[in-house]
């Protein structure tokens, strides 16, 4: 199969700057206690849910991914990029780092207690992000986690997204309600959301979402 333009000019765009971001980003939770707070709750509930492996997509350079250990969680980052997983397996050896698409993971599937996909839907054009949420569907159990992180924005119809120049390469800002109707539409049901303020240096707000996978589809 044909892989998507959009994915090589992202690969090869973070290829470009994966030294550089991981220097940026190294401590980006730090100043953020709202993030920090969800994924904290993300772990509790996975943890009481039976836990099991959890995957960070799009991972980068793996702070997140090492944050999410830190809370006990089962947990292994996959990324496009091949620069970003040699940096990641560099910085935290202990943790497992794999080259992978979100299109076509290289997961069992069901095998998944949670996902957490922070800021890494962005790249993808409006008319595969189903794709990617079917993907999710798949490699996640019945009762599993799906936790979304992406800048987000107020204007426009509901479900429409805003192209918007990234430092990296071309992204995408969804209102919150477009991205969970279309997660919806793939089976999830929403858990909880927070639409953050801008912070001082950034030139959106954020979106989050947290979605579970229905135990029992069929009663879904």
Not at 94 to 114: N, Q, V, Y
Request: hydrophobic share 40%; with cysteine.
């Amino acid at each position: 199969m044909t892989e998507p333009s959009y994915l090589n000019t992202t690969r090869t765009s973070y290829d470009g700057v994966a030294v550089i971001y991981a220097e940026l980003f190294r401590d980006s939770l730090g100043g953020l206690p709202l993030e920090r707070g969800l994924l904290t709750a993300f772990a509790e509930l996975v943890q009481a849910a039976g836990g099991g492996p959890v995957a960070d997509l799009g991972c980068g350079p793996g702070m997140g991914t090492a944050f999410l250990r830190s809370l006990g969680l089962d947990v292994f980052g996959v990324d496009l990029s091949p620069t970003m997983i040699e940096l990641a397996r560099k910085e935290y050896p202990d943790i497992r780092f794999d080259e992978g698409s979100m299109t076509g993971l290289d997961l069992p599937d069901g095998g998944l207690a949670g996902v957490v996909s922070w800021y890494s839907i962005i790249h993808t054009p409006p008319e595969r992000l189903p794709v990617v949420f079917a993907e999710f569907d798949r490699v996640l159990a019945p009762g599993g986690y799906l936790l979304l992180a992406f800048q987000a924005s107020r204007e426009g119809a509901s479900h429409v997204a805003e192209p918007f120049e990234h430092k990296v390469t071309l992204a995408y800002r969804w209102p919150i309600d477009g991205v969970a109707e279309l997660a919806r539409r793939a089976g999830f049901v929403e858990v909880a959301r927070l639409l953050r303020e801008r912070e001082e240096l950034e030139r959106f707000e954020a979106g989050h979402l947290l979605f579970r996978k229905p135990a029992n589809p069929e009663k879904a």
